[in-house]
């Protein structure tokens, strides 16, 4: 961690105490002049931080934006996941920036945040809008031991862990259209694009980038998202605490990430089944090759649909987009 994450870190486990500059240049090696000068360098990135002559120094607020040093000063203790934490003021997507990063081969978990993408990319080619500021884009390399055909079971456990980050910080319980989608009152609000790079039997490495539409007005969604999607303010009615919902997902995942390696895929499919609308709907499914319909019946162990088709077959389906029809 760097001094910064270190300061920010010390100030906020002092949560509304201050703590003494003395203290924090004993603890760090530090001049209390080196201290100052973190502190007013702190200060011009937006952190209100009181500074008292007898008692210390105390954060009143945190700016919104993201930090990679306060990020990790939050995340605290991580194993994997977060423990190099990168944000880009814009980029076009934080995917590209992951592949480049995995071909450099840099260890799996470093995470890529960006407070805007120029080009935003959902599944199928889509474009993901990705405003400045607004919400949540950023990217995760992982190098799973798992072969090929497990990578759905990374994109239900991360659902899972978003379900649950979103969860803690708003109260608001989404629920998840498979694979990827999580949604509000029907409407989207986060998408999730799992990227990989694979030999037959081994994967090489994996770009989870996830897209969550955070602090964005109606104004930031064009018209084409009208009656698609939403953003957890609109929904709220508030503005919410980006870096906190990111720190939360962190140790979410890194939790299930863990989970997926220990064999438990299970825990997290009864979890994903719960929370899953398009389990058990009449839907219609738009593959790669091919157009199907039936009722959703399952999940599989690798984390692919079971479709019951309407000629009575059972079919698995590892990607494609999903229309739900009234039972
Ligand atoms: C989808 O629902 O279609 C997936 C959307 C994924 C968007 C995120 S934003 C961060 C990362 N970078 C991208 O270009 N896409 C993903």
Not at 68 to 74: E, G, K, Q, V
Not at 182 to 189: A, D, E, S, V
């Amino acid at each position: 961690m760097t001094i910064d994450a270190q300061i920010l870190a010390a100030l906020r486990n002092g949560k509304n105490c201050s703590v003494s500059g003395a203290e924090l240049a004993i603890q760090f090696q530090l001049s209390r002049a080196a201290i100052w000068a973190r502190i007013e360098e702190l200060r011009s990135l937006g952190y209100e931080i009181e500074a008292s002559p007898h008692e210390g120094y105390r954060l009143n607020k945190s700016p919104d934006l993201l930090h990679s040093d306060d990020l990790l000063a939050r995340l605290g203790d991580s194993q994997k996941i977060g423990r190099d934490i990168r944000v880009f003021q814009e980029t076009t997507s934080t995917n590209d920036v992951v592949e480049r990063l995995a071909r450099d081969g840099i260890a799996e978990g470093v995470v890529v945040f960006a407070e805007s993408q120029t080009k935003g990319r959902g599944r199928l080619g889509r474009r993901w809008v990705s405003p400045s500021g607004k919400g949540l884009w950023f990217s995760i390399l992982l190098r799973p031991t798992l072969s090929p055909q497990f990578i759905t079971q990374i994109t239900v456990a991360s659902a899972v862990s978003l379900r649950r980050a979103i969860k803690q910080i708003t109260g608001l319980t989404p629920e998840i259209k498979w694979p990827n989608d999580l949604l509000l009152n029907g409407l989207k609000i986060a998408g999730i694009l799992t990227e990989l790079s694979a030999e037959p039997d081994m994967i090489k490495h994996v770009i989870l980038g996830i897209g969550v539409d955070v602090n964005l007005t109606s104004e930031d969604l064009p018209k084409e998202l009208e009656g698609v999607a939403t953003s957890l303010r609109i929904v709220t009615g508030r503005r919410l605490d980006r870096s906190g919902l990111a720190v939360q997902f962190l140790q979410q995942f890194e939790r299930d990430y863990a989970l997926l390696h220990s064999g438990r895929f299970e825990e997290l499919a009864d979890e994903w089944a719960e929370a899953c609308s398009t389990l058990g709907k009449i839907v219609t499914i738009q593959t790669p090759g091919r157009l199907l319909q039936g009722r959703v019946e399952a999940l599989d162990q690798d984390g692919a649909l079971l479709l019951r088709t309407e000629f009575g077959r059972l079919e698995r389906v590892l990607a494609g987009i999903v229309q739900s029809h009234p039972i």
